[in-house]
């Protein structure tokens, strides 16, 4: 229902109040972070985004009072999970290749 992209994607819809912009800055076109957001508004009881259609200045989209507290627990989560992970991450970190001998 949410992760990291989703949750980078509700940042960029927050940040730029359009749901073209974000994805965009994400690197994936209008109809992919459109199909993100119908998933993530259907996955919750409230939806996620609110959507803008046209006008004088232009359709945008910001996140719903549940969108922002959907996307505040959840990088709340990220932040517990690291810090309690920061050993099993270090010890992963230390099994990676060295990127540099690979020039």
């Keep these: 229902m949410l992760g990291p992209g989703k949750a980078d994607l509700l940042d960029g819809i927050r ?23 119908e998933e993530m508004n259907a996955a919750f009881r409230a939806p996620l985004v609110a959507r803008t259609r046209g006008g004088p200045r232009g359709g945008g989209a910001r996140l719903t009072e549940t969108g922002e507290a959907v996307l505040a627990h959840y990088r709340a989560l990220e932040r517990l999970a690291a810090e309690a992970g920061a050993a099993e991450i270090a010890a992963l970190q230390g099994l990676l290749a060295d990127m540099s001998d690979e020039r």
């Design 15 to 37: 940040d730029a109040g359009s749901i073209a912009a974000a994805g965009r800055a994400m690197g994936m076109s209008y109809k992919r972070a459109w199909s993100l957001v």
